[in-house]
């Protein structure tokens, strides 16, 4: 049972798929989970009954929790494995444990290969272009939080820099003291519905280079908020945004409108 879509993702991607008996509806998003049973998750859950009556062997769950609905679980005679990644290794590490969970370690390792190789094509990519693109990549916009530290890995792999310590509360004005040059929301929970207008409505930030020139752009929640291997379609769409031609700019910017903007150059 994964509670987790990291978990559920990395779960599919080597293999495994066939082990579960049950999923969140979140880990659709991420994974080819269709059919099997949905439940609550680590942040609301109607029943812990529904977990119960799978009868799942164990039961893989993540940070963000509610201390409540965790409890709950904690309470039944379930197996429970808490994950908790902060960096790209630790991501690797817990490719590594399900792996061995599910008796699919060569996958395991397959696939931290294959993330190893995609981020390293990125990276060399990035180094042709001998900038780096100063980044604030947020999470979540009431309160700002910014994205992940592995979000942070990310985005120096695509050739820029986080300009705020990454998986904290921020201000505005910590923000516009940084003076990002792109600005990149990846709420959680939103997919793509993150509102770029926002940004440009913060008074604080009216002269930041990322305002100014319009370069606010939308990356899908689930592409860099799950730590797994959404992240190397995460990686392409913000090197993508990161590296947007400056005569393509506009409120509406997308990864996919740099993308056509690339073809076109």
Not at 146 to 155: G, N, Q
Not at 158 to 166: D, F, I, K, Q, T
């Amino acid at each position: 049972m994964s509670l987790a879509p990291s978990a559920t993702s990395i779960l599919c991607a080597i293999g495994a798929r066939r082990l579960l008996v049950g999923v969140t509806k979140w880990c659709s998003d991420v994974a080819p989970v269709a059919g099997l049973v949905q439940v609550g998750d680590c942040w609301h859950m109607e029943s812990v009954a529904d977990i119960v009556a799978l009868r799942p062997t164990l039961v893989i769950g993540s940070v963000p929790y509610k201390q409540e609905t965790v409890g709950k679980l904690l309470e039944q005679r379930l197996n429970f494995l808490a994950m908790n990644p902060r960096t790209l290794e630790d991501v690797y590490a817990d490719i590594r444990l399900l792996g061995g969970i599910a008796g699919r370690a060569k996958a395991a390792e397959g696939l931290i290969r294959k993330m190893h190789s995609e981020f390293a094509a990125i990276k060399s990519t990035a180094k042709k272009l001998k900038q780096r693109v100063r980044v604030y990549c947020e999470a979540w916009p009431n309160p700002r939080i910014s994205s992940p530290p592995w979000v942070a890995e990310v985005v120096k792999i695509c050739g820029g820099e986080m300009v705020v310590p990454a998986g904290e509360k921020v201000g505005d004005e910590q923000v516009a003291e940084a003076m990002p040059e792109v600005i990149v929301l990846a709420w959680a929970a939103t997919g793509a519905k993150a509102d770029p207008e926002q940004a440009y409505r913060v008074e604080a930030w009216k002269d930041v280079p990322a305002i100014r020139q319009r370069r606010v752009f939308v990356v899908r929640d689930e592409l860099l908020n799950t730590p797994g291997p959404p992240l190397m379609e995460g990686a392409r769409e913000l090197f993508t945004a990161l590296h947007l031609h400056n005569g393509e700019r506009g409120k509406k910017n997308s990864p996919q409108r740099a993308q056509r903007a690339q073809r076109r150059g």
